[in-house]
């Protein structure tokens, strides 16, 4: 099985027509794609409340990739609230409960910053980052390249299935040390996430300008792209029971089309986009 799906709900405004409320965005985007990616959980830990809302907002064959908050993968810069990794850890894991709880989790989405290297004790880290989340789905991503150098790419492979990460593929450009290859290989039989960065190389990193940020996943696949993704797709499937693909080329409003186009690639059913009301004056 194959889901496909975007990086949040608020900000693809193709998805919706003009004037329509934040509070309704989420039970619209669930017309057009059958899983999304929460974002918010990386920056605060959500409330039980909120992802009780989400679940009720969405059908039942609904499914969330929820990312770690930002304090248990090392990108928070200072002081968290929460006094110690454990009580983090079980904040978070109390958070999601509602959509564990309604089977609606398709994993939990840990990753890495560009400076979370392969060493010893980043490897310890991610052992205890297991611990921590008992039995809960993790999929694992990186964003520095020594984890898949010619040396370390077999090792790091079987240290994910070993330990039981789920492995996330990524599309994304290759720019210096901050970026990781494609590899095509689950590291886990019943689960597999790809996730589409797009391939704005001048702009991934810090260099790319002051604006980089805002322009970072600032990019549309285009058709010969997508089809050879269709084909990496069909590959997979023979080595894992569902794939969750999650477009994250948000910065110029590109991901929605660009799934919907994947989807019809490969024969999948999509839903006309909301009627855009003419800008005249």
Not at 108 to 116: A, E, I, K, L, T
Not at 139 to 161: G, I
Not at 252 to 260: E, K, P, V
């Amino acid at each position: 099985m194959i889901r496909i799906g975007l990086a949040g709900w608020g900000d693809h405004d193709v998805l919706y027509e003009q004037g329509a409320a934040a509070r309704d965005k989420l039970k619209v985007y669930s017309r057009y794609f059958r899983t999304v990616e929460v974002d918010s959980s990386f920056y605060a830990v959500q409330s039980p409340d909120q992802f009780a809302r989400w679940v009720g907002d969405t059908p039942p064959d609904f499914t969330f990739v929820i990312k770690a908050y930002q304090g248990m993968t090392g990108h928070a810069r200072g002081s968290i609230p929460y006094p110690d990794a454990a009580s983090m850890f079980r904040a978070f894991c109390e958070s999601i409960r509602p959509v564990v709880e309604a089977g609606k989790l398709t994993c939990v989405m840990f990753q890495y910053p560009p400076w979370f290297d392969c060493t010893r004790t980043n490897v310890e880290l991610l052992r205890q980052a297991k611990r921590l989340m008992g039995d809960l789905p993790l999929a694992l991503e990186f964003r520095h390249q020594s984890w898949f150098t010619a040396d370390m790419r077999e090792k790091t492979l079987a240290f994910m299935k070993k330990e039981g990460w789920v492995h996330s593929i990524c599309d994304e450009p290759q720019a210096g040390v901050g970026s990781i290859p494609t590899v095509l290989q689950p590291t886990d039989d019943a689960l597999t996430i790809v996730r589409m960065h797009g391939r704005n190389a001048a702009n991934w990193n810090q260099g790319g300008g002051p604006n980089w940020r805002e322009v970072r996943y600032l990019y549309r696949y285009s058709e010969s792209e997508l089809l050879e993704w269709k084909a990496h797709l069909t590959g997979l499937q023979q080595q894992t029971k569902e794939i969750c693909v999650i477009f994250n080329n948000n910065s110029g409003g590109d991901a929605a089309h660009n799934a919907l186009e994947l989807m019809r690639l490969l024969g999948m059913p999509t839903e006309p986009l909301a009627p855009r009301q003419l800008d005249l004056f």
